[in-house]
């Protein structure tokens, strides 16, 4: 114990409640922004259920789907490095247990959370993976098809943070063979005719070989920010810092100064997917929207993965993106070096103090 106390009586007399003050206001600090705020709007003329779900290896947040009625809002948050995707479900009849169903974008759940389970298409996504200290990429993908109109807006970062996504309702465009009831959603060309050229699969599941389609250009023309095929990435993905995000249901038809301005994208960033989704990976879910690394679905036998057959050769051609999606970005959930040695510093020093060796 004597030991221990010289040691102690060593330390420099300024180690002292003045020094560890400002220690522990950086550390809630730099804390602060190791989490981004999500907030749900819903605009539309009826009630939407929101759907959420986390890419593997990121935590699931507060909810995996709740009601959102219309003019109503609702805010999440998730911790750097989060990565998934967000849709709305329309159409809904859930009795007072909360079980039931969706006409469009139902993830098979048979309950209002989602529970892990991905988006039926055709529905339409917004996707992101979150940054620590550096960029957070987004998007809004009609590559599983489309729903319900919707634009991702931020706020408080750094950056291009260009506003994204489709205002446009694209039921009303939709051509007769991809048409879902009465116009209730759109398929992609992938989902309705199954062909790997329409997929980007197999022979075709390269940037080289994959090319826009008639029906994915009819998606663009009239969502040009929007992701319409599997390699779309140098319109449609986009970047910020440190921001919040609102994803807005149903937006005005009349966009904000800030949603009308055209901000460049990512260049030469490379989804990583086949035939659906773009750009990140999710868990399987046994309803054949979200297997990662084989992009084959159930059920109805068209392509509506959103991995990649081969995520190793989508990295070969140097997507950072992709690699951020297959989780080898070091922008982690956990917290850094630098704050755990703040934090283990903090503690060594209230304890000198407590003692009164100071």
Do not use: H
């Not at 910020?240 to 009349?254: L, M, R």
């Amino acid at each position: 114990m004597q030991k221990t106390t010289t040691l102690f009586m060593d330390l420099p007399s300024c180690t002292s409640t003045s020094l560890i003050l400002p220690l522990i206001v950086l550390l809630a600090t730099s804390q602060g922004v190791l989490s981004a705020t999500f907030t749900f709007v819903n605009k539309c003329d009826y009630t939407i259920w929101p759907g959420i779900l986390a890419n593997a290896g990121s935590p699931r947040l507060d909810s995996t789907g709740f009601e959102l009625p219309q003019d109503s809002s609702r805010s999440f948050v998730a911790p750097t490095g989060w990565s998934g995707r967000f849709w709305g479900r329309t159409r809904c009849n859930f009795d007072g247990s909360g079980s039931g169903s969706c006409l469009t974008g139902d993830c098979g759940s048979g309950q209002v959370e989602c529970n892990g389970l991905g988006a039926a298409p055709p529905a339409t996504l917004a996707e992101f993976t979150l940054g620590s200290g550096g960029q957070d990429f987004y998007d809004v993908s009609l590559v599983d098809g489309y729903n319900l109109p919707m634009i991702v807006e931020s706020s408080g970062g750094s950056g291009l943070c260009s506003t994204t996504g489709c205002s446009t309702d694209v039921n009303r465009q939709c051509p007769a063979e991809l048409r879902v009831g009465e116009g209730d959603a759109c398929k992609s060309a992938c989902e309705a005719f199954g062909s790997a050229e329409y997929c980007c699969s197999g022979a075709f599941n390269t940037p080289a070989t994959c090319k826009p389609s008639v029906y994915s250009q009819v998606f663009k023309s009239a969502c040009p920010k929007s992701y319409s095929y599997a390699y779309d990435d140098a319109t449609s993905t986009f970047t910020c810092t440190g921001a919040d995000y609102t994803v807005t249901f149903c937006p005005s038809s009349s966009p904000s100064q800030k949603s009308s301005s055209y901000s460049t994208p990512v260049a030469g960033a490379t989804s990583q997917q086949q035939g659906a989704g773009s750009g990140l990976e999710y868990s399987a879910d046994g309803s054949g929207s979200g297997y990662p690394g084989s992009g084959a679905g159930t059920g109805t036998g068209t392509v509506t993965g959103s991995g990649s057959a081969s995520g190793d050769a989508m990295l070969a051609d140097g997507s950072y993106l992709a690699g951020l999606a297959m989780g080898d970005s070091t922008r982690t959930a956990s917290i850094s070096a630098l704050q755990i040695s703040l934090v283990a510093f903090a503690a060594f020093s209230s304890f000198v103090f407590s003692f009164g060796y100071l």
